[in-house]
């Protein structure tokens, strides 16, 4: 099975900066990669899919890029309703895997 | 508008069987997969499966040996069960639509299993 890494874990970072996390595939995934952010007891909410695609209605603060194994989430000027854990997640064959999540707070 | 909601109890004694079905509305269960994802309290996301409304199905593999998924067209209803449960297996589980990237989620249901 392919496995999914994020990095960093966790990070505190302040409004308005820019937050860059990393997704790492442990084989060539194309761009079969999808972003979720899930705010503290909510369901999660897709934000990004096909590597890049931003999903209708999310802020255009988020973005996405990469392919094959290596991905990136940024956001570009942190709002305090970011606060939340983001997963990437593989489509590309089953198991459709999740990462382990970035725990993203405000300093 | 499509919306899942799922339903089964809340507490499940160790050893016994989790059992939970999605119920979806506002559209049919035709012509599309369906998945259940789990999310232990305080950890991440684990896909458990998914089923085609024809019955086709793909499980975990950490989880294949102790889970079934089933459909009924004609109840607009999926389910989901998991044999011989330990506390591990307590979170809250979600269902959805599709087999990824999931635009469509249950509001999830939390089971704990003790005894």
């Known amino acids: 099975d392919i496995q999914m890494t994020q990095s960093p874990s966790s990070l505190s970072a302040s409004i308005g900066d820019r937050v860059t996390i990393t997704c790492r595939a442990s084989q060539d995934i194309r761009n079969n990669l999808a972003w979720y952010q899930q705010k503290p007891g909510k369901v999660p909410n897709l934000l990004i899919y096909t590597a890049s695609t931003l999903q209708s209605g999310v802020p255009s603060r988020f973005s996405g890029s990469g392919s094959g194994t290596d991905f990136t989430l940024t956001i570009s000027g942190l709002q305090p309703e970011d606060v939340a854990t983001y997963y990437c997640?593989?489509?590309?064959?089953?198991?459709?895997?999740f990462g382990p999540g970035t725990r993203l707070e405000i300093k | 508008q499509l919306q899942l909601q799922e339903s089964g109890p809340g507490l499940v004694k160790p050893s016994e069987t989790l059992s939970l079905t999605c119920t979806v509305s506002g559209g049919s269960i035709n012509n599309f997969f369906w998945t259940w994802i789990r999310q232990p309290p305080g950890k991440g996301l684990e896909w458990i499966g998914d089923i085609y409304y024809r019955g086709d199905t793909n499980y975990n593999p950490s989880l294949k040996s102790r889970v079934t998924l089933s459909v009924d067209t004609s109840r607009n209803q999926f389910s989901l069960k998991l044999t011989s449960v330990t506390a591990a297996d307590t979170a809250v589980y979600y269902c959805?639509?599709?087999?990824?990237?999931?635009?469509?989620w249950g509001q999830g249901t939390l089971v704990t299993v003790s005894s």
């Open positions: 997640q593989k489509y590309n064959s089953v198991p459709p895997t």
């Open positions: 959805a639509r599709g087999t990824g990237p999931y635009t469509r």
